[in-house]
């Protein structure tokens, strides 16, 4: 039976899009309280079913894949640039395919301005209207406001009028920012994106018993299964290393992991990984946000992910990405790393930042480990000294020497050189992701 919450949800995902919806509204409609209504749309506007505008309220809008989430809809470039709806507030849940500055005479703006268009303007009525016409949005820089035919018409429509106080290469600038965060979100590997989902997982249930489960892992040769409720309800972990020396008839609840460690499907895979690794478990149940199983990951699967994200090509940079661009190994010396200090990699002073060092030298580390054995390695734990400051432009060497191996954990001793000189010492322990 499904929870008051889930029903919610349901509902809302059930909605047109563009309708709005209010806690009052949906507390009436399906006899919960306010604050259970009001739990479920914010729940909703984390799984991207709903958007909340300031002055405007919140609509149902509609659910971008991953592939395209960097489109944005009106919704969204309204509260980016902080904007106030001037008419066509019914076609705000609308999707824009691209922007459009409307920088020429409007002849030669039209060859570019089709449906699905914004167009960012100025105070210049006539290309108001005209976009509209021709299908597309406006966004009217600069605080101006627009006629009131213009109004009407957006309204008819259905096509948002919009105007910020901000100029617009200021505009472009946010909206542009926004894209490029997306297109590095959309490189984050999340665990939704490598689960076996519920469908395909062995459960067992707290009234089976340990028979069950050696029946289970004679088919699969899996070390371990999630265990569930009749509702679907995560409660338990059961694995080989909880069944051995156990009857055929003892119930699996009396030998089973309770409150086991799991995550959710919007999870980094990363986060996943370095939780598996410091807990050493192989198996990780994934829940949704109410406790119900969704799937399972295995270790397995976490380590193909990272091996697979490193061979994508990223279309959005992070400042790590930015720092990792400037390093060049040392030919015959291919363990280490020389770079040099651009602006994104100093600090407030102008020198070499702790954040930027820190950085490459895990990334060293990590090649030099790759070197000495194959496999993933996450650092767990850095100090870092610097002896003297590093300007902007100087060229840094970076020496990683592993100092200790074992089976799962990896101490490396850094050396960082500058003109000859001595510049900081740092030590990493890293710890090894095997299979």
């Known amino acids: 039976m499904s929870t008051k919450h889930e029903q919610i949800l349901r509902h809302i995902e059930g909605l047109a899009v563009g309708e709005k919806i209010s806690v009052r509204q949906i507390a009436r409609a399906l006899s919960v309280s306010e604050g259970t209504a009001y739990r479920a749309i914010k729940e909703a506007e984390n799984q991207k079913l709903v958007n909340t505008i300031e002055r405007v309220g919140t609509i149902r809008i509609e659910k971008k894949k991953k592939e395209n989430i960097e489109r944005l809809t009106y919704a969204e470039v309204l509260n980016i640039v902080d904007g106030l709806v001037l008419g066509g507030r019914g076609g705000l849940h609308k999707t824009l395919t691209k922007f459009v500055i409307g920088a020429m005479q409007l002849d030669d703006m039209m060859r570019y301005i089709d449906a699905g268009s914004l167009l960012i303007v100025g105070n210049r009525l006539k290309a108001h209207e005209t976009a509209l016409l021709a299908g597309a949005a406006v966004l009217v820089t600069g605080g101006f406001d627009a006629s009131e035919d213009v109004k009407k018409l957006a309204d008819e429509l259905e096509l948002p009028v919009i105007s910020t106080s901000y100029d617009t290469f200021t505009v472009a600038t946010m909206l542009n920012r926004a894209i490029y965060d997306q297109l590095i979100e959309k490189e984050i590997l999340l665990v939704e994106d490598i689960l076996t989902p519920l469908e395909n997982t062995i459960t067992l249930h707290t009234k089976d018993k340990v028979a069950h489960f050696n029946e289970a892992n004679r088919k699969t040769t899996h070390a371990g299964y999630p265990v569930i409720e009749k509702n679907g309800k995560l409660v338990g972990i059961v694995t080989s290393h909880d069944v051995i020396g156990k009857t055929e008839d003892e119930l699996i609840e009396k030998v089973m992991t309770r409150n086991p460690i799991s995550v959710t499907g919007k999870t980094s895979v990363a986060s996943a990984g370095h939780s598996m690794i410091w807990e050493g478990i ?41 720092v990792k661009t400037q390093m060049k190994t040392i030919e015959n010396k291919s363990s280490i790393v020389e770079f040099t200090v651009v602006p994104q990699m100093t600090n407030q002073f102008g020198s070499l930042s702790y954040g930027a060092l820190t950085t490459i030298m895990a990334d060293a580390g990590s090649r030099a480990i790759k070197m000495k054995k194959r496999g993933e390695s996450v650092p767990e734990s850095i100090s870092l000294y610097f002896i003297k400051h590093v300007q902007l432009g100087s060229v840094i060497i970076v020496e990683p020497r592993i100092l200790q191996m074992t089976r799962r954990f990896v101490k490396v001793d850094f050396e960082i050189q500058s003109e000859g000189e001595l510049i900081a010492k740092g030590m990493i322990m890293y710890q090894l992701f095997d299979k």
């Open 282 to 322: 192989d198996l990780m149940p994934v829940e949704t946000e109410n406790g119900m199983l969704a799937g399972i990951i295995s270790r397995q699967d976490v380590l193909k992910a990272f091996q697979m994200a490193q061979r994508q090509p990223h279309q959005g940079e992070t400042i790590d990405d930015i």
